[in-house]
């Protein structure tokens, strides 16, 4: 048994294809399923159930990846202490980001870590919530940025800022220019985004907290946060947004958006990993070049950052 065959097992259980695993591994299908096959032999185990499309783990086979997970991790985190020890910060890291946070916050702070270090190939990748917790526990992916808490002990958080909701509809533009409470709030009238988006959770928990409603009814969902404005500008009802999607809003649409009195709901967005805790060095500078652009946008915009009442 080698660590190599381990890595090749993990890749099938991932892809459920031979073919693309050994794309992804960067060897040919045959040398893939010939090292696969040895494995199995050596084992007297079969580890895939071959005749199922896509291919599946046997009952067996889902233990010995389990298993071989940990042993590539324990593998891995001695490359991981040779590159602390000599202070290296580099190589392939890759990162998932959730659909509410990526447009805005990637243009934000990924030059300035390049520049930094330029030793780091950094593999971004737009994924759900569920996606990223399967992507980590399967070790796809290094770390995310996502909407916390999760609740998931096999994770760690790392909190990166907390972002305020702010309500964009046409019909503040002329009312009374002062602060929101979540009272306020026409739960009838708000555009959401589908199902699928940690984002539309927090909305729905904070409705409920202040309404409690069982009953809510919602206009419409839509996948974008660009789309839901367009809507709201029609007339077709209210929105909340993350504050940091309201920075590139076109300086005449600006009446539009209202800030919710102190404590103002926010959402707590978070950098995340196994625990596990492979590549730490790159974890630690990801974590510093983030809190720094956030922290300098949030005071140069003159927003009051508090703990969120809505988190997920």
């Known amino acids: 048994m080698t660590i190599t065959q381990l890595k090749y097992v993990l890749a099938v259980a991932q892809h459920q294809n031979f073919t693309k695993a050994a794309e992804h591994v960067f060897v040919t299908q045959p040398t893939l399923s010939m090292q696969i096959q040895k494995l199995e032999d050596e084992l007297d185990v079969q580890i895939f159930d071959r005749s199922k499309k896509p291919i599946e783990l046997t009952d067996a086979g889902k233990k010995i990846v389990n298993q071989a997970r940990n042993i590539v991790n324990e593998s891995d985190r001695i490359q991981d202490i040779v590159d602390q020890e000599k202070g290296f910060i580099g190589g392939e890291f890759k990162i998932g980001v959730i659909p509410t946070v990526m447009p805005t916050l990637l243009p934000m702070f990924l030059k300035s870590f390049v520049n930094r270090y330029p030793k780091v190939k950094l593999l971004i990748e737009e994924l759900t919530t569920e996606r990223i917790i399967e992507a980590l ?120 958006l209202r800030a919710f009195k102190d404590p103002s709901p926010a959402r707590e967005v978070s950098l995340i990993y196994h625990r596990s805790g492979l590549k730490m060095q790159i974890i630690d500078a990801l974590h510093a070049v983030i809190t720094g652009v956030v922290k300098g946008a949030i005071a140069f915009s003159n927003v009051e950052i508090v703990s969120p009442l809505a988190s997920k």
């Not at 919602?218 to 029609?234: H, P």
């Open 137 to 256: 526990e399967e070790g796809s992916i290094d770390a995310a940025i996502a909407a916390t808490p999760l609740n998931n002990e096999n994770i760690k958080e790392r909190v990166l800022y907390y972002e305020p909701f702010v309500a964009y509809g046409p019909r503040f533009a002329t009312a009374d220019k002062g602060k929101l409470t979540v009272e306020d709030i026409h739960v009838d009238e708000l555009l959401l985004l589908e199902d699928g988006h940690c984002f539309k959770d927090s909305v729905l928990n904070l409705c409920r907290n202040s309404r409690n409603s069982q009953e809510e009814q919602f206009m419409l969902q839509s996948g974008s946060f660009e789309t839901l404005i367009k809507l709201a500008d029609e007339g077709l009802g209210m929105t909340l947004l993350p504050y940091l999607n309201t920075l590139d809003i076109q300086e005449r649409k600006k009446d539009n």
